[in-house]
């Protein structure tokens, strides 16, 4: 990848509502808008959730309160069998295929699936085990941050430095700590780690977009730091390395990030690359 390209990400999520022909719809969405990548959640509801377990508050009132967080996330679910035809019609339409596992079980099948990289969300940020699994791997990650602290985000890059470094040596805190102050672990994870900065309020304001916050992280973990989803095109700054946002294929899709979600844009892919391109030269 040229060093001043960046990657546009399409967040299809779970807005095909558990339908694998609305998921294919959003990859050509996604394609005709001239995104990079279409992303797509994987995971196992009833590894995910009880049957008791409650909607968050923003989900009752994007879907039907009547159901609970388990049959939700029954309904949003999406078939193993079904990311092979997603795969290939991305393939088809020129774009990349990508995937947030939510379970060990989800993730053992997205590695197998020899996809370019894993997408982890900031809910699982302080998630070790999926952490120290993906980098056991060896597959090249971008992290959400979300509402976590520096520190929150160097304990996770210490996990992470941990399962890059394959030392065989037994998971711990201390064995975390100790792998983060290691320089060969840094260069590792300067090598398949992308930070992703992100905001918890969807859609966005201006106001709240912090983009000094891709500064900080660049400054303080010396990885590439990431555009925030939802930041609008004309704050570009600091040339990101990947930006994504949120879409939908139709007014609604019964999906609870429907709300937070639009329409796919050709021109607004078109504008971020201009603007990029305008930046892209660092000498004078």
Request: charged share 20%; aromatic share 6%.
């Amino acid at each position: 990848m040229n060093s001043h390209r960046t990657l546009i990400i399409a967040e299809a999520g779970v807005n095909h509502a558990g339908s694998p022909q609305t998921a294919l719809a959003l990859v050509d969405a996604a394609a005709d808008a001239g995104a990079d990548i279409v992303k797509f959640q994987t995971f196992n509801a009833n590894a995910l959730a009880a049957p008791s377990a409650r909607k968050a508050d923003y989900q009752q009132r994007t879907t039907d309160a009547s159901e609970n967080q388990h049959a939700m996330l029954l309904r949003l679910e999406l078939p193993q069998s079904a990311h092979h035809h997603l795969i290939a019609r991305a393939k088809s339409r020129g774009i990349e295929f990508l995937s947030t596992p939510f379970d060990h079980q989800s993730l053992r099948f997205l590695l197998s699936l020899n996809l370019p990289r894993i997408k982890i969300g900031s809910g699982d940020l302080t998630n070790a085990p999926l952490l120290h699994a993906v980098a056991m791997a060896g597959a090249k990650l971008i992290l959400s941050t979300g509402m976590a602290t520096l520190g929150e985000v160097e304990d996770a890059l210490g996990v992470l430095a941990h399962g890059y470094s394959r030392s065989g040596e037994a998971p711990s805190v201390s064995a975390f700590r100790a792998a983060w102050r290691e320089p060969a672990a840094r260069q590792r994870l300067a090598q398949h780690v992308s930070l992703l900065h992100c905001t918890t309020e969807y859609p966005c304001p201006p106001a709240d977009v912090n983009l000094a916050a891709m500064q900080a992280m660049r400054s303080a973990f010396k990885l590439r730091s990431t555009a925030t989803p939802k930041a609008p095109i004309m704050r570009l700054r600091w040339s990101p390395k990947i930006s994504s946002a949120w879409c939908r294929p139709f007014a609604t899709s019964k999906a609870p990030s429907e709300t937070a979600s639009r329409r796919p844009s050709l021109q607004r892919s078109r504008t971020f690359q201009s603007r990029e391109k305008a930046l892209s030269r660092r000498v004078r």
